[in-house]
């Protein structure tokens, strides 16, 4: 069967490299980005940054409730095969070139031959395959970010430094999926162990091949990285990188100002006028895919109509959210690809605008209406009643109280319920235990949203409101199985207008970023917080 190298891969790195030299990681007026600013000064080494987490880290980037604050932990701790390129480009990481066969179906990674886990012992193809074939691959086991590799049979071990990834149909982005949350974790140490076990196991002393290593843990206060000085690539100038857990993001802008804390990504976008107050912070706009929503269980015979979901939407002042909370860090989202990735991204969809009098008449439509006058909606007798489950996270409670008030104007009885970040995550994500959530799903530089969205992503996917339609199904493997881009964007912008009509989620904005760091930090990536913690070898602190 003839080869063809890195053939999949050149054909998505043109289309991701049209797209960056658009607009991805295009940066607002306010404020430089650190690396403009280190432009002509010295690297130093030493020092120490902090990051603010919302929750303990899982120490496991595969365990279903490593949500957001295990990610930023796990990405310093841990490597992928790939990892972004500083255009989101997959780029080489624990693997150093990859190909395909002609029918995309096998695809061949060659891996570094230099790597030590941080207890000394050798990264070889076994750690690979364990690392998908026990723990990816193991439907029991509910692993995080499964739903990228439905498509994977298995991983075959071909020599110590060799491995194949054998497909059951083309999936033409799997090098962005192994760039996003999906890192190697040791054989050696989690084989014959319970990998979900959260007690003393990977937790005293968490085992990676990250730049780098764990060097003490607080549960509910701190974790402390330090430099790995075997790390095979260009070691860390920094000497430590610490987490702090701080649940409630008001103590984040506070830290921020009073140096505490060095960067992250701000959630709560009502602080940014204050901190650009500070001479000693910057503010820089990142762009990236990502997009925040309302999730309805469709499970719940109610959210199965999809008037009522239309309702929803159009009951919403998205644009008020965005002016008034997001201070303008956002655009209205109507479909699930963000205008980030524009060479998939479209804008001609069906949209439901801010009308509240025609949610009401879709209400009515779908037999709700009020006949009792006390200004609730009511079906055969029972009012329209919803459990609004959220975790404390940033503006999440700011505007999932605005959303309580949109939908009670049209008739909608919702009890808000907010709760512990990782309460939520077990609640919602892992046991789709909810009525009715407001969140967000980041995803790779890939259009491919068959994680989100497509039905067999419902019992062990990211398909959370377990969203059933076929011609959608269609259109994500159509685009999906194709590594040729016309093909591709076709398949895409009328995927996003399935979206759009059908409403899988209530798409609420695109997010901007707002990325605040102080300003003595230096060598950070015009990228994403998080895309950027994969150059955290480069940060340093200029004096």
């Not at 509240?356 to 009515?364: D, F």
């Not at 006390?374 to 489950?389: L, R, S």
Request: charged share 25%.
């Amino acid at each position: 069967m003839e080869r063809r190298r890195w053939k999949t891969f050149l054909t998505l790195l043109i289309s991701v490299l049209l797209l960056s030299a658009c607009s991805y990681g295009s940066e607002s007026s306010t404020a430089p980005s650190g690396n403009e600013e280190a432009k002509g000064s010295e690297p130093k080494k030493g020092g120490k940054v902090s990051i603010p987490i919302v929750a303990d880290p899982t120490f496991n980037p595969w365990h279903p409730n490593a949500y957001a604050e295990s990610n930023v932990v796990n990405r310093v701790l841990f490597s992928g095969l790939t990892q972004p390129g500083k255009d989101l480009v997959p780029a080489p990481d624990l693997a150093t070139s990859w190909e395909t066969t002609e029918d995309e179906l096998v695809w061949t990674f060659k891996l570094r031959d230099d790597v030590l886990w941080h207890d000394g012992e050798k990264f070889t193809a076994e750690d690979v395959a364990f690392t998908f074939n026990e723990i990816v691959l193991n439907k029991n086991l509910g692993a995080n970010n499964a739903s990228y590799f439905q498509k994977l049979e298995k991983v075959e071990v071909v020599d110590e430094h060799t491995v194949k990834f054998h497909m059951t149909s083309p999936v033409a982005a799997l090098p962005a999926y192994l760039s996003f949350n999906t890192e190697i974790i040791p054989k050696h140490i989690f084989e014959g162990v319970d990998p979900w076990d959260l007690t003393s196991f990977n937790k005293s002393k968490p085992i990676g091949t990250g730049a780098f290593k764990l060097k003490s843990y607080t549960s509910g206060q701190k974790v402390v990285l330090e430099r790995n000085d075997d790390f095979y690539g260009e070691k860390a100038l920094l000497d430590e990188v610490e987490y702090k857990v701080l649940p409630d993001a008001n103590t984040h802008v506070a830290q921020l100002l009073s140096g505490e804390l060095s960067i992250f990504a701000l959630e709560d976008t009502s602080a940014i006028e204050r901190i650009e107050k500070s001479e000693g912070v910057i503010v820089s706009g990142r762009e990236t895919p990502r997009f925040f929503w309302l999730m309805l269980n469709q499970n719940l015979e109610q959210f199965q109509d999809k008037r009522v979901r239309q309702a929803i939407a159009h009951a919403i002042d998205r644009q008020n959210i965005i002016d008034t909370v997001l201070k303008g860090y956002g655009t209205i989202a109507n479909a699930g690809i963000a205008p980030a990735l524009k060479e998939y991204y479209t804008d001609d969809v069906p949209r439901f605008d801010y009308e509240p009098e025609r949610a009401k008449e879709l209400l009515a439509e779908a037999g709700w209406t009020d006949t009792n006058g006390d200004g609730i909606v009511e079906k055969d007798g029972k009012p329209f009643e919803i459990e609004f489950e959220i975790g404390i996270q940033g503006d999440l409670e700011a505007i999932s109280q605005l959303v309580q008030q949109y939908l009670g104007k049209v008739g909608l009885d919702v009890n808000l319920k907010t709760m512990e970040w990782n309460s939520m995550v077990q609640k919602v994500v892992v046991k789709r235990d909810y009525e009715m959530s407001l969140n967000w799903w980041r995803y790779p530089a890939d259009p491919d949203l068959s994680a989100y969205m497509h039905s067999a992503s419902i019992e062990k996917g990211f398909n959370l409101p377990a969203f059933k339609n076929a011609e959608l199904d269609r259109l994500l493997e159509e685009g999906a199985q194709t590594s040729d881009i016309e093909q591709r964007k076709k398949s895409y912008i009328e995927a996003q207008k399935l979206m759009a009509e059908e409403l899988p989620y209530v798409f609420l904005w695109y997010p901007q970023e707002a990325l605040v760091q102080v300003k003595k930090l230096k060598g950070v990536p015009n990228l994403g917080f998080g895309d950027s913690l994969h150059y955290i070898h480069e940060w340093y602190l200029e004096e």
